[in-house]
């Protein structure tokens, strides 16, 4: 059985995606997808009226728009008893939780029930904001991770947990990504989260022998300014056991 506010939803992103400046595409998220719509909540780049709305109303499905360099917006139901949706920024998932410190969140706006109406809305007010929060936390987001080499990976522990780098070699790049590091393409950063130590020991361990068969070696660090060895060994050192608090991202 069809659901028609779903197909509503899905059919009013679409047109939207559509609409908008440069290449978007649209992609569904039903009420099944319990743990992408989790995620997406998670990346709501929002403290005004789309985090007010979602406090009351978590999550039952979304539609997510995506542009080629990272961004994405979300679109979700109102939940007001008025036509339209409400839109918000969504923060990329592979930048440090410090890239945003001192980032104003591009808050989202309340969309009218009229697609084409709605673009030109987002054009000119929530697209700019979010280009301009999205370059800054980019920025951010390099200087909190030490440089690499074509024959060095150089991987920057973060104050969150997780861990980030900017390889020089594209087949680096492949390695990290098959091992759980996520890509910001547009900065060139991959992170592979702290929520599980255990897991990003293992992938650690596992990155090692893999770049060292390429010719490159590796490098465990701090960010610039703090206490670190110039170099780690492909192992890293013991991780406590436990997940490592995970630091609240300022959004």
Known sequence: MHDPTSERLASYADVLAGELPDTWTSAHLPADAKDDLAELAERIWDLDLVAAALAEHPLTEAAVLSRPDGAQFAVVDRHDGRDGFLIAALA?????????????????????????????????????RYDRALAQARHNALASVQPSQPDRVVLTWQVDGSIATAP????????????????????????????????QARALRAIGPRLDAL????????????????????????????????????R
């Open 92 to 128: 990329p998932p592979a930048l440090p939780d410090e890239a945003y410190r001192a980032v104003g969140e591009p808050n989202g706006i309340a969309l009218t029930d009229d697609p084409f109406l709605s673009a030109e809305q987002i054009a000119d007010d929530l697209l700019a």
């Open 168 to 199: 020089a070699d594209d087949r680096a790049g492949a390695i990290l990504t098959a091992h759980g590091f996520i890509q910001d393409p547009p900065s060139g950063i991959y992170r592979l989260t702290g929520d599980d130590t255990q897991a």
């Open 215 to 250: 010719g490159i070696g590796t490098a465990l660090q701090h960010p610039a300014g703090r206490s670190t060895p110039t170099a780690a060994p492909a192992s890293p050192p013991p991780v406590p056991a436990g997940s490592r608090s995970q630091a609240v991202r300022s």
